[in-house]
């Protein structure tokens, strides 16, 4: 929580995004688990969508 209140106090917005690669025969497929304000997501989202094939908040 004191990175968020650090990042906060300087107006910065953060996500976690944490991305995982597919297993058992899903070769190429990767799955982005987002943490964070879903107003700051749906920005990054058009990116996000670029690198991988899931999203998943």
Avoid: C, W
């Amino acid at each position: 929580m004191k990175v968020h209140s650090a990042y906060q106090e300087k107006r910065i917005r953060v996500l976690d995004v944490p991305v995982r690669r597919g297993t058992f025969g899903l070769k190429g497929i990767l799955t982005v688990i987002a943490g964070g304000d879903p107003e700051v997501l749906e920005k990054a989202r058009p990116v996000l969508e670029v690198m991988n094939d899931k999203i998943i908040i």
